[in-house]
């Protein structure tokens, strides 16, 4: 039961469940949290499922291939150190507590 | 009994099926098609064409994925490129795979990053706002000529860098029938096309040229790449054209059936009126709905079994990316329009690696557009029955006859 949690700009949290989603995108977007769009559905086109992550958890994610960090440069709301896309974050057990925020824009 | 043990291993035979998706009945309605396909199984056989075909969602979204077993090295269309005769070279980009098409692709999206599309929003929405102010004082109009029509023929190449003239839109637009006939079979309706390409043949290849991109447009930045090494030289013309043919019409389709579904559901209509971020949502839902570019072919790299079925290597599959898109298997009340409904896996627009370079485009294009509208316009009325325009691949509206009347 990985529970991850997002944070929006205006700082209301909204955890749950993304046990069986594919990637961190599909079960944001499954539970329709406004703010992952993930227009492209994780075919990395679209840059519309940026996140923060929460520092701590940096380095227990996959690292960032090429073409992510190409896209990174190009998302709405200006990539910082702790940006990633959400749709190349798979699902697994090791996420439980794992703390996102939402950027102000994604598109 | 060996030969039934081996074809035990070896899965069963694709049923054949007497389908011609290009008839003109079918064109008008493929729906009925479509559900017999998906009854038919994971792959059934089209023997009139001598391809298989695929209509099942499940068994689809998986494929476009697998560019390594389903190559799009075979071409886009029914026909084999690679075998000689083929009315046109290759695609760099959508007739390759990796590693080449990775190359291609990565320099492609740079100039197309999201961050250079939305700068193009701001000239966007004043021509947005110019044509819907335009619409909502004629209050009748066609929602495909006078509209998105004009609207994606104004915007689209004018980002490219493709210079104005009179014949410009047009052209274009017959370049994009030509495209999606040509990916169909070698019919009545190809020829057709093709004779009245034939007249514009110089522009067009005149228009692929490095001199014809005006500065700052997407098309230099893509000479411009080739000059950094990014990509080869003689590719880049290739990769301009593939935008000049398929850029436009895809993009007019898929507004012009949106605003088909808002106008015969006014509640939706609504739904946009108290929330516009709601566009892209029934942009998403018109593209699942009508899927302008109904079907794609991959050729098979060798043997696969499909869900149990046996396709032998080196063949041409036609995937039918609309039938999936209305999938009872896949998506609840299929055939419903419904500007909230949970779109994403909807295959519109492809899957993979292969997955269309110009959707941000598209969505921007469709989106400022239909807010234009939506803010003006209280009511969107269909005063009449809308018209197809019959293409082998392409679906799209021929005529729109709508109403506003102003908010």
Partial sequence: M??????????????????GAETVMHAAVGRQVAGILGECGGSMTCATCHVFVEPE??????PISAAEDELLDATATERRDNSRLSCQIPVSEALDGLVLELPEAQI | MSDLASADIAGRTAPALDIDPYADAVLESPFEMHAALRAAGPVGWLQQYGVYAMGRHKDIMPALKDWETFSSTGGSGLGDIRKPGAWRPGSPIVEVDPPQHTKVRTALQRILSPAVIRQWRQDFEAEAERLADEIVTQRSFCGVRDFSETFVATTFPAALGLADSPERRENLFLLGALNFDGQGPKNERYEATQRKADLIWDWYLDSMKREAMVPGGFGEKIFQAADAG???QDVAPLLVR?????????????????LWYLAKDPAQWQLLR???????????????????IQNV????????EIDGVTVPFDSKILIILASANRDPE????PDRFDVTRQTMGHLALGNGVHMCIGQM???????VLLKALVSRVSALELTGEPTRALNNNLRSLATLPLAVKAA
């Fill in chain 2, 274 to 292: 108290d929330d516009p971020s709601r566009v892209r949502g029934a942009l998403e839902e018109a593209m699942r709905l009508e899927t302008p």
């Fill in chain 1, 57 to 62: 958890w940096l380095d227990r994610l996959p």
């Fill in chain 2, 297 to 304: 072919c991959r050729q098979t790299m060798r043997e696969v």
């Fill in chain 2, 230 to 232: 990014e990509i080869e």
């Fill in chain 1, 2 to 19: 990985p529970m991850i949690t997002f944070v929006r700009p205006d700082g209301e949290r909204i955890a749950f469940d993304a046990g």
């Fill in chain 2, 242 to 258: 593939s935008f000049l043919r398929g850029g436009l019409d895809t993009t007019s389709s898929m507004i012009s059936a949106a």
């Fill in chain 2, 361 to 367: 485009i598209a969505r921007l294009e469709g989106e």
């Fill in chain 2, 330 to 333: 896949r998506w609840e009340n």
